[in-house]
């Protein structure tokens, strides 16, 4: 018999790419699985055009936006308490294959220490390139990175393999991961609750595994621009906190002297390039809320 999926798809304020991930569906050619729709206190009429158009699908409306984590982190409990063998965890702003749950499960099902698992996924304009086949942090940094990222597919990662973090972008996980470990960590509030999941499911013994059979095609960030000074703030301040959270011994001595580092370079900035600087201050914001331990929704 196969194992109850449940597929979590969280919605905030953007109803034509969730009918459109919902209409993808359709076609999965998996069978024991089920929708959530979590909406995430959106403000225009996503809930009752979803409900026109796909009646039968459950949807929990939360009151106000609880961020990627928090919202996601409503599905999870319900799944749970559903008697769900594994969750599924997917951006609304995704299409799917009709084998993609199918190539996942099965990779799951074949290693009980295999925790978390992940699809290649492309970029929705572009069929062929990659937007990521797993990922890895680079501690030097303390950020997250994808592998293959504006790559053209040409079968260079076609290999099952372990990965240092997966996207939550479309993230399968196991209910014994989420009962060990708990769900995703809400401070983030956006970014980099993926990669913290991924090191809390390695760091107890499980494996996180990229499956390239598996594909899914992303329109990439539609809720906050890449570029922008929220998007760089949330990547700046978050990247810290998973340090902070994760990092070697090695990883936390040094922050204090990367966070000088970084403070320099954006003063520098600010004052010898303008074209810079609505950058350079949102680097700023990031380091400062890291400092001052301000997590969350960004003021």
């Known amino acids: 018999m196969e194992k109850k999926v449940y597929i ?3 919605n905030w304020n953007g109803k034509e790419d969730t009918l459109e991930c919902l209409k993808s569906f359709e076609k999965i050619k998996y069978n024991n699985y089920e929708v959530i729709v979590v909406d995430n206190g959106s403000e225009d009429d996503s809930v009752s055009k979803i409900r026109k158009y796909y009646p039968k699908i459950n949807i929990i409306e939360n009151k106000k936006n609880l961020g990627f984590a928090g919202g996601n982190n409503v599905g999870i409990e319900y799944a749970i308490d559903n008697c769900a063998d ?9 299409i799917v294959e009709e084998d993609f749950l199918t190539e996942l499960v099965k990779v799951g099902e074949s290693d009980e220490k295999i925790g978390l698992l992940g699809s290649k996924i492309y970029f929705h304009s572009e069929k062929k390139r990659i937007w990521t086949a797993g990922g890895k942090v680079n501690w030097l940094k303390n950020k997250g990175t994808h592998i293959g990222l504006d790559e053209i597919d040409v079968g260079q990662y076609d290999r099952i393999r372990e990965v240092g973090y997966l996207t939550g972008c ?3 996980i196991k209910r014994e991961v989420i009962e060990k ?3 995703l960590e809400e401070s983030y509030f956006l970014y980099y609750e993926d990669t913290d999941f991924s090191l809390r499911a390695q760091n107890i013994g499980y494996k996180c595994v990229y499956v390239p059979e598996s594909k899914i095609y992303h329109k990439i960030s539609r809720s906050i621009k890449p570029g922008s000074a929220n998007y760089i703030y949330y990547h700046v301040r978050n990247g810290l906190v998973m340090a902070r959270r994760s990092g070697s011994i090695l990883v936390k001595l040094a922050l204090y ?6 403070f320099l370079k954006q003063v520098i900035k600010i004052i010898f390039i303008p074209k810079k600087r609505p950058w350079a201050k949102a680097v700023l914001r990031g380091e400062k809320d890291f400092l001052l331990k301000k997590v969350g929704k960004a003021d």
């Open 8 to 10: 979590i798809l969280l």
């Open 86 to 94: 594994y969750v599924l965890l997917i951006n609304n702003d995704t």
């Open 170 to 172: 479309c993230l399968l």
């Open 181 to 183: 470990i708990g769900g």
């Open 257 to 262: 002297p990367y966070c000088l580092i970084l």
